[in-house]
Nanobody, 124 residues
């Protein structure tokens, strides 16, 4: 079982950048597909980005494509979400998640392991 802890959230102006680290413990993340999700107030949790455990291929939600980048450092057992050109609509709690699924894994129900979340607020 893997434990996940996100950090790096905060308040940023529109157009700014943030980098969210997710530190894993318990098991190496190299054996998991790692995902990022977010949940805005009053809305359902939505997929943001993922990196497959094998090959490092990535996938992004259309809303963040070209602005966000997911990466992983297996030596540090961590995954990151670099967020550039932030918009007020990116305001949400951001969650890191892990799954052993071999599927596309863009749905939150496919991820059994979750961090506690980190708040990102983008002001206009």
């Amino acid at each position: 079982q893997v434990q996940l802890v996100e950090s790096g959230g905060g308040l940023v102006q529109a157009g700014g950048s943030l980098r969210l680290p997710c530190a894993a413990s318990g098991r190496p993340i190299s054996t998991y597909t790692m995902g990022w999700f977010r949940q805005a107030p009053g809305q359902e949790r939505e997929f943001v980005a993922l990196m497959w455990w094998r090959g490092g291929n990535t996938a992004y939600a259309d809303a963040v494509k070209g602005r966000f980048t997911i990466s992983r450092d297996n030596a540090k057992n961590s995954v990151y979400l670099q967020m550039n050109s932030l918009k007020p609509e990116d305001t949400a709690v951001y969650y890191c998640a892990a799954t052993s699924s071999i599927n596309t894994a863009t749905h939150d129900y496919e991820y059994p392991y979750w961090g506690q979340g980190t708040q990102v607020t983008v002001s206009s």
